[in-house]
C-alpha cells in the first residue's frame, strides 16, 4: 500500500520560507524518481520541481529556479522542497509524486499525495 503525505504548508508573507515535507509509506523513495507539481485555482497543474533516481540530479521550471531546492532524507523516507522568498504567485495546492523509475520528469506519475495549500498574501 503505496501512500505519499505532504505537509508544511501554511500562510505566509511574501519573501517568506516554507519548507515541505513528502513522506513516503509503501516504497523506498531513494529507488524512486519525485516531484513537486502545484496547481492554483483555475490554472493548469504545473511541475516546478523533481529530482532523479539515476544521479539524483535536481530539476527546477523557471518560475522558481533559484528560490526552491529540493532534496532526500533517505533515512526518513522524506523528499523535502525548501521554498524561500515567496511570492504571491506561489499560492497553490502543492502536491508530491512519485515513479519507479531511473530520470525524472513531470508525465506519467504512479503516485500522487492529497496535497498541501501554501498561501503567500500581504
Known amino acids: 500500500q503505496v501512500q505519499l503525505v505532504e505537509s508544511g504548508g501554511g500562510l505566509v508573507q511574501p519573501g517568506d520560507s516554507l519548507r515541505l515535507f513528502c513522506a513516503a509509506s509503501?516504497?523506498?523513495?531513494?529507488?524512486?524518481?519525485v516531484a513537486w507539481f502545484r496547481q492554483a485555482p483555475g490554472k493548469e497543474r504545473e511541475g516546478i520541481s523533481c529530482?532523479?533516481?539515476?544521479?539524483?540530479?535536481?530539476h527546477y521550471s523557471d518560475s522558481v529556479k533559484g528560490r526552491f531546492t529540493i532534496s532526500r532524507d533517505n533515512a526518513k523516507n522524506t523528499v523535502y522542497l525548501q521554498m524561500n522568498s515567496l511570492r504571491p504567485e506561489d499560492t497553490a495546492i502543492y502536491y508530491c509524486?512519485?515513479?519507479?523509475?531511473?530520470?525524472?520528469?513531470?508525465?506519467?506519475?504512479?503516485?500522487w499525495g492529497q496535497g498541501t495549500q501554501v498561501t503567500v498574501s500581504s
Open positions: 529530482i532523479s533516481t539515476s544521479d539524483g540530479s535536481q
Open positions: 509503501g516504497l523506498t523513495m531513494d529507488v524512486y524518481a
Open positions: 509524486a512519485a515513479d519507479y523509475r531511473l530520470w525524472c520528469g513531470y508525465e506519467s506519475y504512479d503516485y
